[in-house]
Structure formats: structure tokens, C-alpha cells
């Protein structure tokens, strides 16, 4: 740390919103899904018709419920529906339905590590709410300032949302961006949403602010939005922390208002003054009873939950003797690690072999292709049959590779791919023998300088051999071989 990064201190808050995988929207009938003809999944009840009357969705109900107990949070034994009043375009209603002062998640927290050690960060509330519609500026940037006019699509509003909030236990943007990748994985190992950062289903906005250290009070909350990835998470906070503390540097005042994070350019801009809570006008949601899940359907969700990321992660250092940054690779996703396991199952062998291929040859070919593990071609059995191939001296080492890259085109097993190629590997010692004898006569200085001593030049021997058999010999048979014949 600078000196000059020792005169401040950074404080970040995060509200996450989650859409919530139903098959539903939260008040009504209409169909959830991404995309698709602009207003074409509404209804007279999401588009704010008089007279039409929510009906709560059951299933979001229990998925955030759900998201509560992995999270360590107070399931409430009473929860309210309340009504945000605002007057933006993306909801035709002039008002969202949320909640307010009665959460029906809250006071949990999630354990987080990295470089900067290990944190815990308090999550304040989960609460549920509906979304709002998406607004689409035409012209310019496509950013409102410099559109010639908007169009509204309301086939995401009404769509079930959760907000996570947390405390301000955040203090750089590396734990920032380890804690959003933290809850990315739990959300997608308990199923609830396809936590698709791209596509809008898992969206953060940040508030930080900067004092400088030794004060109480914290300084004016800035809140950042437009941060579509892990990776922006961080670097939006770093330059936001940079901004601030060279504004402090130079005696400027900040000013709490919400700003918009440019991805190509990585840094931040003024978007509008921040709201308060009492913009809002909130008030209970008239039309909607209280939400009052009993004890016994709270413990069944409770018993019901799978194994999350931190105790799998635990798991497989312990089971498979894994290090932690192979951990953090197969981990990074529930269809990663279930991959993997899979694999492993099916080599039965020693699990570091798998890992191996996949992590250093595999996800080469991933990256290119621009694909996940769970994406590819051919299954976690098939990369465990070209792994017993190679122990078996079927085919060697660097045969396997090309193997693999067949499978990964083809999707075919790797006893195909390799008859195909012609990349079975010759184990028959008396035909390995006869390419042994051939080379020996042919290379006779070469082959007296290992009967000499120079046992360096066996290589080229072999290499002699693996030509003459179109490198389908098994290297270790040839090696042995040569060594007894020159031996004397």
C-alpha cells in the first residue's frame, strides 16, 4: 500500500439484483423469458391495466427463500409487499412493487478470501420485488443523453427480482469483485437463476465511498451502475476509488449522485443526483396480503439445500488432495465442478490426471471455441476413456492431444478418433523390436556411442525408431529395448 492510499479509507455496499428462473412473472401469467419480440409476453396485469389485481408466484417466493438460507439470513415470520412510487417509463404503472422496512430475508452474511485475507460481509436484506421494463434509446450512444427518443419494452417487467444488500464491510474493489463472484456460484448451485451477467439476469450496482482514515463519518456515497461482469465489477470500483480520493486530494467536495461505468473506456460518468428512500413514497401494497411462511416449510427449504460453494470447495481439497487454484478453477461454476466430478468418477484412477487434462489441454481449446466445459462436445466418460488409453499404452502422451482435439470437434470416443487418425500406439514387441534392430544397423556411429557410454545420444535412437513407426511405437518399450541391445 502507498502512502498515499494509507491517508484514505474505501467503503463499498452492494445491491445485487437477481431474476429469478420461474417459468411465471411474479404477479401474473405471462411466460419469463430472455429476449424475443419487444411487449410480446404482457398482460393486462404487468402493463398496469385498472382493475387488475397481483397474484403472487409461490415458486419465487420459496426460490428467494432459498437464496435467505444459503445466506445465513432470518427467514421473517411476517413480510409486507410495498408499493415504490416513481415516474420513469420502464414501468407503466408509475410504480413498482417491493419491499420496504419488512424483508422477507435478512441479517445473514457470506465468508469471502483472496490476497486481501479473509472477510466476512454482512448481507443486510433479500428481499423480493418485481422488475422493470427495459428502455431502449435510439441514437447517438444509445445512453439517454444523446438519444433522439426511447422506446419501452415491457417483457422483463413483472419478471420475479431479488435485491440483495450488504453492509458496508467491502473495502477495495478486489474484495468487491471475489464477493460477487462468491455469490454468482451460490446462486447457480441452488438453481434459482441462470445468473447470466450478459444477458441482465444478475445485475450489480455498487456504492462507494471514500473518507480519509481516522474519520467517522463515511464520505458522499457515489453508487455505480453498468457493470455487466465480474471483471467490470473491479475495475469500475478502481477507477471510482481513484476518482475519489484525487478529488479529495485536490479539496473538491463529492457529492452523492449515481454514475455510469463505460466498459471500453473504464472509467465513470455523471449520470443523475442519487434518489432517497423517501422519493419513493413507500407505502404497503393495498392489493396483497402479508407473505407468512410457516416453520415447517422454512426447514424443509432449509433441509432441501444442496452443497454449496465453500463447502465444496472444502470437499475437494480434502477428497481429491486438490490445490487451491485448481479448486478455484473447477468451482467457478456448479456445471464446471459437476463436470469434473463426473470425469473423475468415471476414470477412477488418480483424480490430478483429470484435472490435468482439463484445466491444461481442454479449456485451451474451450477459450478458442468460446465455450464452457459443460458446452463441449463429448462427455466427462469419454475424457476419462482417452485418460485409460494412456495407461493402458494405447497411445502415448503427446498422441492424446491430437485425440483430444478430434473428440472436441467430433464429439466421438477416443478409440475412434485415434483409429481414425491412425494414432494407435504399437505395444507388439516383436514388431518394435524389428524397428529397434533396422535403426541400429542404419545409425552405427550413433549406436556405438551408446555401447561407448554417451547414453545422451539414445534419444536420437528413439527418435529414429518413433519416425520409422510413424510415431506409433510405445516410447518406453523403444527406450528399454535399445538399452538392452546397446548395453554390452
Request: hydrophobic share 35%; proline share 4%.
Amino acid at each position: 500500500m502507498s502512502l498515499k492510499e494509507d491517508l484514505y479509507e474505501t467503503t463499498v455496499g452492494l445491491e445485487i439484483h437477481v431474476e429469478l428462473a420461474t417459468d411465471s412473472k411474479m404477479f401474473c401469467g405471462c411466460a419469463v423469458s430472455f429476449a424475443g419480440e419487444p411487449n410480446s409476453r404482457t398482460c393486462p396485469i404487468c402493463l398496469g391495466f385498472p382493475g387488475t389485481l397481483p397474484v403472487p408466484n409461490e415458486k419465487a417466493v420459496e426460490y428467494t427463500m432459498r437464496i435467505g438460507l444459503a445466506l445465513n439470513c432470518h427467514i421473517a415470520e411476517h413480510s409486507l409487499f410495498h408499493r415504490k412510487n416513481y415516474f420513469y417509463p420502464d414501468m407503466p404503472k408509475n410504480y413498482q412493487i417491493s419491499q420496504y422496512d419488512s424483508p422477507l430475508c435478512e441479517r445473514g452474511h457470506v465468508d469471502i478470501s483472496g490476497d486481501f485475507g479473509s472477510t466476512r460481509v454482512g448481507i443486510t436484506r433479500v428481499h423480493l420485488e418485481e422488475d422493470t421494463g427495459k428502455s431502449v434509446h435510439m441514437g447517438g450512444t444509445g445512453r439517454i443523453a444523446d438519444s433522439e427518443y426511447s422506446l419501452e419494452d415491457f417483457n422483463r417487467a413483472g419478471t420475479p427480482l431479488v435485491e440483495i444488500v450488504s453492509e458496508p464491510d467491502i473495502h477495495s474493489a478486489d474484495e468487491a469483485r471475489v464477493f460477487v463472484a462468491e455469490l454468482r456460484a451460490l446462486l447457480e448451485s441452488l438453481g434459482v437463476s441462470d445468473v447470466r451477467m450478459e444477458e441482465g439476469s444478475l445485475r450489480v450496482d455498487a456504492n462507494i465511498s471514500v473518507r480519509r482514515r481516522g474519520e467517522t463519518e463515511h464520505g458522499a456515497k457515489v453508487e455505480v451502475k453498468n457493470m455487466n461482469s465480474i471483471r467490470s465489477v473491479g475495475r469500475a470500483l478502481e477507477y471510482e476509488e481513484r476518482r475519489q480520493r484525487d478529488a479529495l486530494d485536490r479539496g473538491e467536495s463529492l457529492v452523492q449522485e449515481t454514475r455510469h461505468f463505460d466498459e471500453k473506456t473504464g472509467t465513470t460518468s455523471s449520470l443523475r443526483t442519487k434518489e432517497f428512500a423517501f422519493d419513493y413514497r413507500y407505502f404497503p401494497e393495498p392489493d396483497l396480503v402479508p407473505l407468512a411462511p410457516s416453520r415447517e416449510w422454512v426447514q424443509q427449504l432449509k433441509d432441501s439445500l444442496p452443497e454449496l460453494p465453500a463447502a465444496r470447495r472444502e470437499r475437494f481439497a480434502s477428497e481429491y488432495g486438490l490445490g487451491s487454484a485448481d479448486i478455484e478453477v473447477l468451482t467457478a461454476s456448479t456445471k464446471t465442478a459437476d463436470w469434473f466430478e463426473a470425469a473423475a468418477a468415471a476414470y477412477g484412477g488418480d483424480p490430478k490426471k483429470v484435472v490435468n487434462w482439463i484445466i491444461a489441454d481442454l479449456y485451451g481449446l474451450l477459450n478458442e471455441a468460446g465455450l464452457e466445459l459443460h458446452e463441449t462436445r463429448f462427455t466427462p466418460a469419454q475424457l476419462a476413456g482417452l485418460i485409460s488409453m494412456i495407461d493402458a499404452g494405447k497411445i502415448s502422451g503427446k498422441q492424446a492431444k491430437l485425440v483430444l482435439t478430434g473428440m472436441f470437434e467430433s464429439g466421438d470416443d477416443p478409440e475412434k478418433v485415434a483409429a481414425d487418425k491412425g494414432l494407435e500406439q504399437v505395444s507388439d514387441a516383436g514388431a518394435i523390436e524389428a524397428a529397434v534392430d533396422e535403426v541400429i544397423a542404419e545409425n552405427a556411429d550413433a549406436a556405438d556411442k551408446v555401447r561407448g557410454g554417451q547414453m545422451n545420444t539414445i534419444g536420437f535412437l528413439v527418435g529414429q525408431v518413433m519416425k520409422k513407426t510413424r510415431g506409433q511405437a510405445n516410447p518406453g518399450m523403444v527406450n528399454e529395448l535399445l538399452r538392452q541391445k546397446l548395453s554390452s
